[in-house]
Every structure is written in structure tokens, then in C-alpha cells.
């Protein structure tokens, strides 16, 4: 199983990116899935999270600007970030609850990181 994550770059404040992250493999469900950042000397937090019937939840630092949304049938996860602001440079990493065919245990698997930085 791959979580394969893409569409980070650079961008000016107040610009959009758009995040993709497409899982692959024997997969046989996937629960919750989500993104988290990581900024240079600081811990991984959590941006987002969105369940598989499409609830979702924010961290307060990007609410209103940012959007999760999910393609089941594809096995993406998605992740809008509008008016983006210098602070939100960092390496976003997607994340997904998996249960493979193989096995009954549902477990977090990780994407590989996209770096996403926003000049002032």
C-alpha cells in the first residue's frame, strides 16, 4: 500500500495551491484520511482530517481557507488551500486509515510530503 502525495510548489501570499494524494496497492477500505504539516524546527500538526462518509474537521489555523474533500472511488484526498499565508510553509504529508485485503487490522499509512512554500 502507497499514499502517493503531489501538487505542492511555491506561491505568493494570498495565492491557492491544490494537494493530491492518491493511495494505491491492495487496498480493501479506506477510513479517515487527512494532512499535516511540518515547518522547519517545529512539530507535525495537524491541518485536517475527513471521514469517509465526507465529515470533516479543521485546525483553527486554516479554517475558512482551506478545504479537504475526498474521491472515494479513486482513493484521493484532496486539500484546497486559498489566500495562503507565509506561515503555512511547511511540508504537508497525507495520512489514511487502511484496512488491506489481507488483513482484518485497519492501520495509518503515510504519504512521502510535498513541500509547499509561500513567499511574502
Known amino acids: 500500500v502507497q499514499l502517493q502525495a503531489s501538487g505542492g510548489g511555491l506561491v505568493q501570499a494570498g495565492g491557492s495551491l491544490r494537494l493530491s494524494c492518491a493511495g494505491s496497492?491492495?487496498?480493501?477500505?479506506?477510513?479517515?484520511m487527512g494532512w499535516y504539516r511540518q515547518a522547519p524546527g517545529k512539530q507535525r500538526e495537524l491541518v485536517g482530517t475527513?471521514?469517509?462518509?465526507?465529515?470533516?474537521n479543521y485546525a483553527d489555523s486554516v479554517k475558512s481557507r482551506f478545504t479537504i474533500s475526498r474521491d472515494n472511488a479513486k482513493k484521493t484526498v484532496y486539500l484546497q488551500m486559498n489566500n495562503l499565508k507565509p506561515e503555512d510553509t511547511a511540508v504537508y504529508y497525507c495520512?489514511?486509515?487502511?484496512?488491506?485485503?489481507?488483513?482484518?487490522?485497519?492501520?495509518?499509512?503515510w504519504g512521502q510530503g510535498t513541500q509547499v512554500t509561500v513567499s511574502s
Open positions: 496497492g491492495s487496498i480493501f477500505r479506506i477510513n479517515n
Open positions: 495520512s489514511a486509515d487502511i484496512r488491506r485485503w489481507e488483513s482484518p487490522r485497519e492501520l495509518k499509512y
Open positions: 475527513i471521514t469517509s462518509g465526507g465529515s470533516t
